[in-house]
């Protein structure tokens, strides 16, 4: 059923694109169209969605290609740590990930017969493999990645010339282990698929509530004041709640071996009475280096206080959350029934059950990783939303890693890396540092990351094939600086229905950088934009 939606969906963008071959092309001048850059702001900003009128899933379907076959009968996935052969394509200037579409135009026969054997093959039908190759910047010389990620072909179609349009998604990583040419020319490679982690989640019980106070060394936390006798009454309660919490630990104590449970109980010995955390705070707080100099600051303070927590809280150092020095003195001058009326006493049998602090678990709980990563892309990108991603962050880390503007070789580094949470800890990484898109030759500024712009539903970054079978992944901008166009507008094979394209190079260096879009009628919005090449940006990324 899913398949037929998606049927039913593409045919109806086939209709659309029909209706815009079917207008008449009108070429403006680009000199014309810059004239009106001023306004462009408004009319392809995030800011401005009722006035952008592009389909951007046309440019997700590769038209271009023509019509297609669907393949069926496809594996779903392959078991982790399996070898198998596959046939191998080698792609420049591309990184392909898991979930991320990938075109082909297969001309070289060596390929057709690659594309064939992967048709008909039966330990993995209808799959191949990407491996990104590149130049060693020393010698020149040409370079093999060791990590990959498997194709699925989705559709395909044999031309008249013997050639081949393919449409493939990515599945599964693989460590290239051999690689040879077969006899029939074709590239072949033993594959081992790689076996993913599974998204990591603060432990359970690594914060919570402790033992009583009355336990450990004999220290008790009495609320008894001599003044008021109504305090009394809710010492009663508070001893039973100390033990109902005893009792719920109980369960956690009993699954530790006896060493294990000698470590944790002078863990918690260490953390009574000073090293206490207000979970709220701990648990709420997005910012990790926020997070760990609250609870530096609060060991140091409690490691001042000599008293013991017989005492009220304003005759100490024990850090209540919110209170700094000059609240301290104020709260000397109340009366002590108001101060103690406004103290959780909760906070006090909050401590670690674990070595760690509960903070440092969150730096590596891969939802929390998701969650901020997303709302990262939110701010910096706008759209695609990533909402529907945050719950599954395995594929979230693999969306942002193939659509993040950065260089094939910084993507190429997020492939590499083996677990969830480090690859979102990176990616977060380089979001942040993410501001000029800089030629990779001469480090002229090309454009901000406020320049930004998503002309694809699959996000600001894509690949795309031209008809002589060369794979190009670009980043699209609405301005763009430093670029000289090169020729005249062309509108066949165009990666985006409805525009023409012109080849732009480095003002600078000369180097091809991408294309100029413009719009080939006057009510298609954006205007104009630019799609630069991601194996032409730099590393340098501040």
């Keep these: 059923m899913e398949d037929d939606r998606i049927l039913a969906r593409e045919r109806q963008q086939m209709e659309e694109i029909r209706e815009l071959d079917l207008e008449e092309l009108q070429v403006e001048e680009v000199d014309d169209l810059h004239d009106s850059s001023g306004d462009e702001r408004d009319l392809t900003g995030r800011g401005s969605s009722d006035e952008y009128t592009f389909n951007n899933c046309l440019a997700s379907l590769h038209t271009y290609l023509g019509e297609v076959e669907d393949t069926h ?205 207000d979970e709220s705070t701990t648990t709420t707080s997005s910012d990790d280096e926020k997070s760990q100099s609250q609870f530096q600051g609060s060991q140091s ?16 150092n024990v850090d209540l959350g919110s209170s700094s020095k000059s609240d301290m003195q104020s709260c000397k001058q109340k009366e002590p029934d108001r101060c103690w009326r406004n103290t959780d006493l909760k906070q006090f049998r909050r401590a670690p059950r674990a070595f760690w602090p509960y903070w440092v678990y969150r730096m590596y709980d891969s939802y929390c990783l998701a969650e901020r990563a997303a709302d990262m892309w939110k701010q910096i990108v706008g759209a695609p939303s990533m909402d529907s991603l945050v719950k599954k962050p395995d594929l979230l880390s693999f969306y942002i890693a193939s659509k993040i503007p950065v260089s094939e070789s910084t993507r190429q580094e997020l492939l590499e890396i083996d677990g969830i949470s480090y690859r979102l800890r990176r990616e977060i990484e380089l979001l942040q540092s993410v501001d000029l898109i800089q030629c990779k030759t001469c480090q002229t500024v090309i454009a901000k990351r406020s320049d930004m712009l998503v002309m694809s539903s699959e996000g600001p970054l894509g690949a795309y094939v031209n008809p002589n079978g060369y794979v190009h992944e670009i980043m699209t901008l609405y301005k763009a600086n430093g670029l000289a166009l ?49 194996s032409q940006v730099s590393d340098d990324l501040h």
């Design 73 to 277: 009968h496809r594996v779903a996935f392959l078991d982790g740590g399996a070898i198998l052969n596959l046939p191998i394509f080698y792609l420049e200037g591309v990184v392909l990930f898991p979930e991320a579409i990938l075109p082909l135009r297969v001309i070289q026969p060596n390929f057709v017969v690659a594309v064939e054997r992967a048709l008909t093959q039966v330990d993995a039908p209808y799959t191949i493999g990407v491996i990104r190759v590149y130049r060693d910047p020393d010698n020149g010389r040409i370079r093999f990645s060791n990590i990959g990620t498997t194709a699925e072909i989705r559709q395909y179609r044999r031309l008249e010339d013997g050639s081949l349009n393919v449409v493939t998604r990515g599945q599964q990583r693989f460590h290239l282990r051999r690689r040879w040419i077969d006899v029939e020319g074709a590239p072949c490679g033993e594959v081992q698929i790689i076996q993913e982690d599974i998204p990591l989640r603060a432990p359970r019980d690594a914060f919570g509530a402790v033992t009583p106070f009355s336990k450990p060394g004999g220290h008790h936390f009495s609320r008894i004041l001599p003044s008021n006798n109504s305090h009394a009454k809710s010492n009663e309660s508070l001893d039973v709640d100390n033990d109902s919490e005893a009792n719920s630990d109980e369960s956690f104590e009993s699954a530790l071996s006896l060493t294990e449970r000698e470590i944790h109980q002078s863990v918690v010995d260490s953390y009574y009475g000073s090293d206490t955390m």
């Design 301 to 316: 303070k409690d490691s001042d206080s000599t008293e013991s927590l017989h005492s009220c809280p304003e005759n100490n």
């Design 486 to 534: 090169i020729g005249r507008a062309a509108s066949e094979y165009s990666w985006f229905p409805g525009y023409a394209w012109t080849i732009t190079n480095c003002a600078t260096c000369e180097t091809h950088m991408g294309w100029l879009f413009t719009a080939t009628n006057k009510n298609l919005k954006p205007r104009l934009f630019w799609g630069v090449r991601s």
